[in-house]
C-alpha cells in the first residue's frame, strides 16, 4: 500500500462532487490516496463535517483520468474498507 500523488488529485485538495439523487455539487477533501493491487482510491470527507467528531468517508475508486467510479462490487468494498482501517490503525499507533 502506497500514498502517491496523481496529477489531477492530491491528499488535501477540496473536489466538488454531486451525489446521486442531489442537483447540487458538495465539496469533499480528499484525505487519503492509497492503491490496492493495480487500483487507486480516494478517501473523501464532507468539507462540512470536518471539524465534526464524526463525519461521513467516501471511497471512490480512480481510474487515472478525470473519472473517480463508485465502488459497487461488496467484494471490492470490503477490500477497500479493510485497507482504510488498517491505514487508520498505522496511523494512530505512529501518533502515541
Do not use: N
Amino acid at each position: 500500500m502506497s500514498e502517491e500523488v496523481f496529477e489531477e488529485f492530491e491528499v488535501g485538495d477540496v473536489i466538488a462532487l454531486t451525489e446521486e439523487g442531489s442537483d447540487d455539487p458538495r465539496d469533499f477533501r480528499i484525505m487519503y490516496i492509497f492503491d490496492i493491487e493495480d487500483r487507486s482510491y480516494l478517501v473523501l470527507v464532507p468539507v462540512d463535517q470536518e471539524e465534526e467528531e464524526e463525519y461521513e468517508v467516501h471511497f471512490l475508486r480512480y481510474d487515472g483520468t478525470d473519472m473517480l467510479q463508485p465502488i459497487e462490487d461488496d467484494e471490492e468494498w470490503e477490500q477497500v474498507e479493510a485497507t482504510f482501517e488498517t491505514l487508520i490503525t498505522d496511523l494512530e499507533k505512529e501518533d502515541l
